[in-house]
């Protein structure tokens, strides 16, 4: 008798089906209903925790770069430069680009903050993080409101999809008003080439953003003109608190 052996695509299919259980209308209702408490108790923490943060400045990356990689250390230089202008360094909170962004905070002598996801895999606080600054989500979402809530300016290292989700995140909102304009800096022009080439010849060749968008984001290639274009943002524009 042949053994039959259950494959990735069996994996996902009994995901999927666990997934849409057939439930009941109430057992529905009740659990979205409380996972609305679960929401706002996040949110409260994470305002509580950083409602006394001066002036801010996120970086994101990929978790799966190590230390040595150029990308790497380059993260660490520009967050210690960054600190010494007077900005804290917000963080995913983990390994890879994340904990290159805190450990430049913590060799500067600056704020070290660390917003962690609960993830089944890669994710797990890095040891430079302020004790006092370090906050554990549950929800992708509510971490995002956090980044743009606090930072007053994005540095985007390479980093796979949750480095795009959270650039589009920022681009979107300052491109839709609904925050005011930071300065978003792509660190590695080669990397985002194609990225950046799709921009303009596919979204804007085809009216689906206009030029304007185009200027919303800065492209670097070194740790200072990285800290050069935040530092020139806020020598013409005052820093405020986002939303």
Known sequence: MTKIIAGPEHEIDQRV????????????????????????AELVDGYEKLAKLGP??????????????????????????????????ITGGGPGVMEAGNKGARNAGGKSIGLNIDLPFEQHFNPYIDKDYSIDFNYFFLRKVMFVKYSQGFIVMPGGFGTLDELSEALTLIQTAKIARFPIVLVGSEFWSGLLEWFENTLLKNGLISEEDLILYRVVDSADEAVAHIKAFYDKYSISVNF
């Open 56 to 89: 801010c400045v996120s970086v994101f990356g990929s978790a799966r770069m190590k230390e040595g990689d150029p990308y790497y250390e380059m993260a660490v230089e520009i967050s210690e430069k960054i600190t010494r202008l007077g900005f804290g360094i």
């Open 17 to 40: 089906q666990n997934h849409f259980k057939e439930k009941t209308w109430d057992e529905t209702i009740t659990k979205d209903s409380w996972m609305v408490f679960k929401v706002m």
